[in-house]
């Protein structure tokens, strides 16, 4: 188990650390999702590659309204 | 030669503008909020003529607006009367029979230095086409020296290539004026007979060089007499314009040379009386009323006087169009074409001040400034 | 049909850009937008959560047609965040479309403009198209366009005070020396505004706040269609000028002969 830090909040995660195992915890789309691990954008062809260590801070963006 | 204009350049779409244009239509173009090729086609035609004292209220009040009661002075330094050109109109071409000379470095000194005693500060340094009897090295030192005299060095030579502009801008060049003198391009070519300004493009093209090699103004013109006056106004507004938008830190200025008779007798096609040129220079002011207008002594007193601060923003004083002139020392005779004016410094002045209008020598300090920026 | 816009390879039908925010509800915006006839529409980036799954505009919007998502940058304060936030709307849009918007003070919402350049240069490097929300300010207009965005977007007025287009003469001397579009964004409230910096020679104008907080936002959503395409057909059929009152002074043109009138 990873402890995580989603979104400002904590999250346990029992996945394998990708990603995709991340966002289905989390009820994200990937398709419709951007995330950043520790500040920094992870583009979507570089996310087969990211392992999530204990205390990383992910944020998961959508599109939402706004001007 | 077929020659097609830029899309820039091109003044062909206005031209029916200036036709069977109606009183309603000239109302509206003076006093247009943004005016642009249509009002000015509109304005240059012969239906704006008996508006003309409208046309001058309104270019008074926007003289006004963007240069307050000032004039700008500068003078002409003729360097060299050699000229390999073939130009039909000009008393420098190289059939005209008459002797050549260029300044020395110690004559040019001479003549500088008694310009500067005169109050002068802005410069207009002249040369023919390119000759190896002058060539660009030969035109860099003249500059250089310049620079230690006036603060605003302003030069109408033969086009040159972006990294001369910008070797001369580095020793104080500020300034580029070059005249088209026609923008018609198959009339550009019969009266350029023969020399390298017989390239109509590698002209129209040498301001954006100039400005890109870091000078910090561009002054245009065409030679009104040459061709229709509407299509060389409206190319040369479209010319401006170019420059305006494209070289946004740059000043363009404009000047409104007219041919006289000179030494030569040439008979322009496409004759200019002095109300239309008034009214091509009212026309410019309202089109483009934050561009300085010049009016050199080609010009009689007369008439200068009438369109000092009205459109007029700027003006040549006590010129000399022979090489040198300015001190007893060089009396060089042949001269590009005569003064109509040829009153001296304190007289213009006073002319000025008569009518509420400051001379202005020296508009600021350019100890402060870096090298060319571009 | 007036001329298409072209935003560097970008080519738009409409010039009625529109944003997503303030609406009361999502079918309400999809409507709206779709009635706009706008080709191109703003959308924020948020934090993606279970509950609020429903905000997803990803879904409703792909089922609008032609439609080009432009992800803002807003809620961020300074140049990093912006590029951070403009690189996550890319992963999102698959496009390279960006609003630039950095706006500090949460009450005015006025672009800063030494921030906003920073971030340009970064993201015209990044490839993007980077289309900046700056005050109304020509010589900024100028060195933006210097640098490489795709286009500026002056302010007519803050950001939803509907003041309609304030800044006419600066936006006046932006559109008159511009060599890129311009795109009028916040403070327009009415079609007529919308129509009057079309007037002005304005490529394109962002209307969000006019349309979403009208009664009816779809009928309004309509109505800016029309102004923006009344606007630009005026300004391509070349407008009559406006007539000012002259000033009667002494005759200045007696010097010529034959010439006063």
New interface residues.
């Given amino acids: 188990m990873l402890q995580l830090k989603v979104?400002?909040e904590p999250h346990p995660h029992h996945g394998d650390g990708s990603l995709s195992a991340l966002l289905s915890e989390?009820?994200?789309?990937p398709?419709?999702?951007?995330?950043?691990v520790n500040?920094r954008?992870v583009?979507?062809v570089d996310w087969a590659g990211v392992r999530l260590q204990e205390n990383d801070q992910v944020?998961?963006?959508?599109?939402?309204?706004?001007? | 030669m077929n020659i097609v204009l830029p899309e820039w350049l091109d003044p062909e779409p206005w031209l029916s503008c200036a036709q069977e244009v109606t009183e309603a239509q000239v109302l509206q173009a003076i006093n247009a909020v943004a005016p642009a090729e249509r009002e000015l086609a509109v304005l240059l035609s012969p239906a704006a003529r008996p508006h003309i004292e409208a046309m001058a209220q309104r270019a008074q009040a926007l003289t006004r607006r963007h240069f307050g009661r000032t004039i700008s002075l500068y003078a002409p330094l003729y360097l060299s009367s050699h000229c390999p050109g073939g130009c039909a109109y000009c008393g420098f071409a190289s059939d005209r029979k008459n002797e050549r000379h260029s300044l020395s470095a110690e004559d040019a000194r001479r003549e500088m230095k008694a310009m500067a005693a005169m109050g002068i500060d802005e410069i207009l340094m002249l040369t023919g086409e390119r000759t190896p009897k002058f060539e660009f090295v030969d035109l860099k030192p003249f500059v250089q020296m310049a620079a230690e005299y006036f603060d605003l060095v302003a030069i109408e030579v033969f086009p040159m290539e972006e990294h001369e502009y910008r070797q001369l801008a580095e020793v104080g060049c500020t300034s580029l004026t070059l005249y088209q003198e026609t923008y018609d391009a198959q009339r550009y070519d019969i009266f350029h007979r023969w020399g390298p300004k017989k390239n109509y493009m590698n002209r129209i093209l040498a301001p954006d060089r100039a400005l890109a090699g870091g000078l910090r103004n561009a002054g245009l013109g065409a030679l009104l007499g040459l061709s229709d006056p509407v299509y060389d106004m409206l190319a040369l507004y479209r010319h401006a314009r170019h420059l305006q938008k494209t070289y946004w830190k740059a000043g363009v200025s404009l000047s409104f040379p007219r041919i006289q008779p000179q030494v030569g007798d040439f008979n322009p096609d496409f004759l200019v009386d002095d109300a239309y040129l008034a009214q091509i220079i009212f026309a410019f002011r309202i089109v483009l009323p934050e561009v300085a207008l010049a009016l050199s002594t080609r010009e009689n007193a007369a008439f200068r006087d009438g369109l000092a601060g009205v459109g007029i923003s700027k003006m040549s004083v006590a010129s000399k169009t022979t090489v040198g002139g300015y001190s007893p020392e060089t009396g060089y005779e042949e001269s590009q074409f005569e003064i109509s004016d040829g009153r001296d410094v304190e007289a213009f002045c006073a002319m000025l001040r008569s009518k509420g209008l400051e001379p202005v020598f020296k508009n600021w300090d350019a100890t402060y400034r870096d090298e060319a920026q571009y | 049909m007036s001329e298409m816009l072209k935003i560097k390879d970008e080519i738009l039908g409409s010039r009625l850009f529109t944003g997503t925010g303030k609406f009361s509800n999502t079918e309400t915006m999809i409507r709206a937008i779709k009635a706009s006839g706008s080709e191109l529409v703003t959308v924020a980036l948020r934090r993606f959560h279970k509950d609020q799954a429903a905000d997803d505009l990803f879904g409703p919007l792909s089922e609008l047609e032609n439609l080009r998502i432009m992800p803002n940058t807003s809620g961020a304060m300074n140049a990093r965040e912006a590029v951070n936030a403009a690189l996550l709307g890319r992963e999102l849009s698959g496009s390279a479309l960006v609003k630039l918007e950095i706006h500090p003070n949460p009450h005015h919402l006025l672009p800063d403009a030494i921030e906003t350049f920073e971030a340009a240069k970064i993201l015209v490097k990044e490839g993007f198209l980077v289309m900046p929300y700056i005050p109304a300010d020509p010589v900024l207009a100028k060195r933006l366009e210097d640098i490489g965005c795709a286009s500026v977007m002056p302010l007519g007025s803050p950001i939803g005070t509907g003041q309609g287009v304030e800044a006419r003469e600066m936006i006046r001397l932006i559109v008159r020396d511009a060599g890129i579009p311009v795109v009028v964004d916040a403070g327009i409230r009415a079609p007529s505004d919308a129509a009057a910096a079309m007037e002005m020679g304005v490529d394109a104008v962002l209307v969000n706040s006019a349309i979403a907080a009208a009664e009816n936002p779809e009928a309004m959503a309509m109505a800016f269609a029309m102004g923006v395409e009344a606007g630009r057909a005026a300004y391509e059929a070349g407008l009559m000028a406006q007539s000012r009152h002259a000033v009667q002074t002494s005759p200045l043109t007696s010097f010529l002969s034959g010439g006063a009138k």
């Avoid at chain 1, 398709?31 to 950043?36: G, N």
């Avoid at chain 1, 944020?59 to 001007?67: N, Y």
């Fill in positions: 979104n400002g989390t009820g994200a789309h398709e419709r999702t951007a995330v950043m500040g954008v583009k979507k944020e998961v963006l959508m599109f939402a309204a706004g001007g």
